[in-house]
């Protein structure tokens, strides 16, 4: 897909930037450093929306650009600096003009080769693991396909003049054969092309199941503290892997709500009896909700309501999980090929996307109970998790 997307920009055709869980909008996307008069053209006919050029936020101030008053203050807002012409441009509006001024925006040019306030807008991406708007996402999709990390971004508005009409990006997509690619997928990209992940502290931790290695890492990618046990030699392939999601109720206080307790035991004994492996330990607890909102739908499900539907009652998603820190940990510790000890396909199919290589998926188990039987069928059923043979 993004070497179709590169062809198209060396077509001189922009992309569409789709959005498909914050806000719904979709925008035409161009790398600034190859912009053209007939492009600006196009992105402001067919557009419609506000055309605005995009670049690193820390290098705009650097240089000395002029952040908008009172912006930056909601890390969600759009990141507006002070609007540019190039300083020889007559009035600044023309499609030419606008080429220009973008055009040596990205070929490094500081705030005296410009004019303000001007006619292009100027928007500020943060790093992209902090905030995935179109701003950020466009930037990082032409540095992923070897342009300069400036692009210029105009939202698509419908025959009505109105934004977010997902259906209408799709038909002007096959109109004009404008590839077409959501943040989700740039994201997914980005994190398989960025080192996110560090190593920080090691210890040995001697345990029931033989003596395991503690790993601590530094991660840019969220705030929490990810570790990693390790068994023996890693150098052999594939290596056992199990990658398991805090749950401290069943962790460390012997729930019988759900399986994860013994399924992490039996996870450690099969590793040291296969004499290696790793336990990846993501502090992503109640599948990405926390302790607290784990609890609430712990209430709801008391009530009778079932794992999926109780995390839908108070507003949030069945499963919140992500495993880019999980496939980055991997890559830190030099391990690309994996036997992946779980029942969850979503699991694997994540770390595929993430690049790395599940050789095969093992069906880990945990006990069964009269108190966990249920959740464990739903998994089965709602989540399509690998049960069958124990329910
Ligand atoms: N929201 C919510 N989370 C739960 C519930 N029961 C268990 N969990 C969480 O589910 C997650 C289970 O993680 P894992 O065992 O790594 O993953 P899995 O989806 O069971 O897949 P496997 O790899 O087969 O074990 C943990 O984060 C638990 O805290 C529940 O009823 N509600
Ligand atoms: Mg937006
Ligand atoms: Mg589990
Ligand atoms: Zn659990």
Redesign the pocket.
């Known amino acids: 897909m993004f070497s179709e997307i590169k062809e198209a920009f060396e077509q001189g055709k922009p992309v569409i930037i789709t959005d498909q869980k914050r806000e719904f909008e979709a925008d035409l996307v161009f790398p600034s450093e190859i912009m053209k008069k007939e492009i600006i053209n196009f992105m402001i006919a067919e557009g419609k929306g506000v055309l605005c050029t995009v670049a690193d936020e820390k290098e705009l101030l650097n240089k000395g650009f002029f952040k908008m008053p009172g912006n930056g203050l909601d890390k969600h807002s759009t990141n507006f600096f002070v609007p540019i012409d190039y300083k020889l441009s007559d009035t600044g509006v023309t499609a030419i003009e606008r080429c220009n001024t973008i055009k040596f925006l990205s070929e490094g040019h500081g705030p005296s080769m410009f004019s303000y306030p001007g006619h292009v807008a100027l928007l500020g991406s943060k790093p992209f693991q902090e905030r995935q708007g179109h701003t950020e996402a466009s930037v990082e999709l032409v540095k992923l396909l070897g342009y300069k990390k400036f692009a210029t971004i105009i939202e698509i508005l419908n025959k009505d003049g109105d934004s977010h009409d997902f259906d209408f990006a799709v038909d002007m997509s096959n109109k004009y054969g404008l590839p077409m690619v959501s943040i989700d997928e740039i994201y997914k990209e980005y994190i398989k092309n960025t080192k996110l992940v560090y190593k920080a502290a090691e210890a040995k931790l001697p345990t029931e199941f033989g003596e395991f290695k503690i790993i601590g890492f530094y991660n840019n990618i969220d705030e929490k503290e990810h570790f990693a046990l390790t068994y023996g030699d890693l150098h052999d392939k594939p290596i056992p892997v199990r990658?398991?999601?805090?749950?401290v109720t069943?962790d460390a206080f012997s729930s019988l709500?759900?399986d994860?307790g013994s399924?992490l035991k039996n996870a450690m004994k099969y590793i040291s009896e296969n004499g290696k492996g790793i336990i990846i330990y993501l502090r992503?607890?109640?599948?990405g909700?926390g302790i607290t909102n784990?609890i609430k739908?712990?209430s709801l499900?008391d009530k009778g309501l079932d794992?999926v539907d109780?995390?839908e009652v108070i507003g949030l998603p069945a499963d919140n999980r992500d495993y880019a820190v999980a496939s980055q940990i991997l890559e830190e510790l030099g391990v690309t090929d994996i036997e992946l000890l779980?029942?969850?396909k979503d699991?694997e199919n994540q770390l595929v996307n993430y690049g790395i290589n599940v050789v095969n998926r093992k069906n880990?188990f945990g006990n069964v109970n009269e108190h966990n039987h249920n959740?464990l069928k739903t998994?089965f059923e709602r989540f399509g998790?690998d049960l069958k043979n124990i329910l």
Do not use: L, M
Not at 243 to 247: A, G, K, L, T, V
């Open positions: 990658i398991h999601s805090e749950c069943g709500k759900c994860c399924q992503q607890e109640g599948r909700i784990k739908a712990y499900q794992t109780a995390n779980s029942n969850n699991k880990i959740y998994k998790h």
